[in-house]
């Protein structure tokens, strides 16, 4: 019912930045929350950050200790897309970055609460 795909990952210096992008198709996108997880190679897939759905009261975003203030999610209702600002990128950013979205409105980090997933898009920050 959700479909959801991925794009602008690639090859980064470290200190350097990268925006992905999720565009997101088969359900009014306004009333999704919505997250980014990443999953480097032989380990578990990890929250990054979450958006809660626009018409929340909470209206909020939540970020992995990781990544707080040096990422941003973003969400352009018009477009049908979310983003992922990544600055000050370090070789431990490294991963396939997945977006994904939830039925509740607050902006979780279990990946299980997560139903509908893109396929991935690599991102790589050489040192």
């Known amino acids: 019912q959700v479909q959801l795909v991925e794009s602008g990952g690639g090859l980064v210096q470290a200190g350097g930045s990268l925006r992905l992008s999720c565009a997101v198709s088969?359900?009014?996108?306004?009333?999704?929350?919505m997250g980014w997880f990443r999953q480097a190679p032989e380990k578990e897939r990890e929250f990054v950050a979450a958006?809660?759905?626009?018409?929340?009261?909470?209206?909020?975003?939540n970020y992995a200790n990781s990544v707080k203030g040096r990422f941003t999610i973003a969400r352009d209702n018009a477009k049908n897309t979310l983003y992922l600002q990544m600055n000050s990128m370090k070789p431990e950013d490294t991963a396939v970055y997945y977006c994904?979205?939830?039925?509740?409105?607050?902006?979780?980090?279990?990946?299980?609460?997560?139903?509908?997933w893109g396929q991935g898009t690599q991102v790589t920050v050489s040192s």
């Open positions: 994904a979205t939830r039925s509740g409105k607050y902006a979780g980090q279990d990946p299980a609460d997560y139903g509908y």
């Open positions: 958006i809660s759905w626009s018409g929340a009261s909470t209206n909020s975003t």
């Open positions: 088969g359900r009014t996108f306004r009333w999704l929350t």
